[in-house]
């Protein structure tokens, strides 16, 4: 029996050698996967706080940016309004000033043409009366009929006004008239 329990001891030491052999091999194994596992894990999680890193300074930049944009644009949109309603008072005094143009126009026309139907009348009565008191026979009657037949232009009405442009900047002697 001792043999025996010598060999079973032989075989079990034996056994336990190649077991604790294994043993240290897969430690090693498991060791060098760890120590790998890490520097990679390491490496990644340097490489992710370069990225964020990079992300936060880039996002950082881009609503430094997009505020600074939208400082101008509502610069720009303030200007614009202030622009416009400059030129919407412009162009109503603008209005106003042309519509009083407009009327003076229309006025100083007016007098004008009055002013012309009277040097017409005047030169009827004075072709009249000048054919009353000469005998000229016949060339009288013509006269007669010429000063007769000039019918003078309707005054200036309020349908004119809309329809007819009158351009009195191209014509300085109606402004020296005045």
């Given amino acids: 029996m001792e043999g025996q329990m010598r060999l079973l001891d032989v075989e079990t030491k034996s056994g336990f050698s190649g077991?604790?052999?294994l043993s240290d091999a897969l430690q090693g194994r498991v060791a060098s996967l760890k120590q790998t596992m890490q520097t990679e894990c390491g490496a990644v999680e340097q490489a992710a706080s370069a990225r964020q890193?990079?992300?936060?300074?880039s996002s950082s930049g881009l609503v430094t940016e997009l505020r600074q944009v939208g400082?101008?644009?509502q610069a720009t949109l303030e200007e614009s309004s202030g622009q416009v309603s400059s030129l919407q008072a412009h162009l109503s005094q603008l209005g106003q000033d042309t519509r009083q143009w407009g009327d003076t126009?229309?006025?100083t026309v007016h007098s004008l043409?009055?002013?012309q139907l009277a040097l017409i009348r005047d030169g009827q009565?004075?072709?009249k009366a000048l054919q009353q008191e000469t005998p000229?026979?016949?060339k009288g009657e013509v006269l007669e009929e010429a000063a007769g037949s000039v019918d003078p232009p309707e005054p200036w009405s309020e349908v004119h006004r809309d329809t007819?442009?009158?351009d009195l900047s191209l014509t300085p002697s109606v402004t020296q008239g005045r």
């Fill in 19 to 21: 077991l604790l052999g």
């Fill in 53 to 57: 890193g990079r992300a936060e300074a």
């Fill in 71 to 73: 400082e101008r644009g």
């Fill in 105 to 107: 126009t229309r006025a």
């Fill in 113 to 115: 043409s009055e002013g």
């Fill in 125 to 127: 009565t004075s072709a």
């Fill in 136 to 138: 000229l026979g016949r």
């Fill in 164 to 166: 007819v442009p009158v």
